[in-house]
T-cell receptor
């Protein structure tokens, strides 16, 4: 089983709708979870971090964490064309808060 | 606050040549990471420094890759000799702990093409 799994997409969502991105991880002792946005030809940009079960909201973004199910998701409300990018899920590894492992990313395409 | 700086931004070399990349982390960030990102994949950690000491280099191909962090600030990553499969983007990131949370911030990357 891969350590961090994401659907590679592309995920196509109409402008103004909610985009839902999902990520599962295999290490039960992982404590910190991150979502990065990466535009084509650019480096990853941190958009959300979460370490407690439940929801964390920041503007149009909501991260959801369920440690029992080893599942973390990112919701983007009122999707804009500028949200079109690859979204990378990253998870801290084997109890080491300072080291993270990345999924392959989900390509999101917002349809105007 | 200035971000992570990297140079060069692009490099094209022939196989068996050598190349070096430079990174300057965010001021005050003790932890520095070098990642390799191949097209269509997530970043893969090559080496992690805490100040000027190596914390993790388990995925660094040590027969051809080397890295150092002088005085716990700037870092260089070197490849010698390069292979075709080294074509990738090399990303530098730095982090500072907020409690147990280490948020990593990335530089712009160096795109390496080996021909």
């Amino acid at each position: 089983q891969k350590e961090v799994e994401q659907n590679s997409g592309p995920l196509s969502v109409p402008e103004g709708a909610i985009a839902s991105l999902n990520c599962t991880y295999s290490d039960r002792v992982s404590q910190s979870f991150f979502w990065y946005r990466q535009y084509s030809g650019k480096s990853p940009e941190l958009i959300m971090s979460i370490y407690s079960n439940g929801d964390k909201e920041d503007g149009r973004f909501t991260a959801q964490l369920n440690k029992a199910s080893q599942y973390v998701s990112l919701l983007i409300r009122d999707s804009q064309p500028s949200d079109s990018a690859t979204y990378l899920c990253a998870v801290s590894l084997r109890g080491r808060d300072d080291k993270i492992i990345f999924g392959k990313g989900t390509r999101l395409h917002i349809l105007p | 606050e200035a971000g992570v700086a990297q140079s060069p931004r692009y490099k094209i070399i022939e196989k068996r040549q050598s190349v070096a990349f430079w990174c300057n982390p965010i001021s005050g960030h003790a932890t520095l990471y070098w990642y390799q990102q191949i097209l269509g994949q997530g970043p893969k950690l090559l080496i992690q420094f805490q100040n000027n000491g190596v914390v993790d280099d388990s995925q660094l191909p040590k027969d051809r890759f080397s890295a150092e962090r002088l005085k716990g600030v700037d870092s260089t990553l070197k490849i010698q000799p390069a292979k075709l499969e080294d074509s990738a983007v090399y990303l530098c990131a730095s982090s500072f702990p907020r409690g147990s949370l280490y948020e990593q911030y990335f530089g712009p990357g160096t795109r390496l093409t080996v021909t």
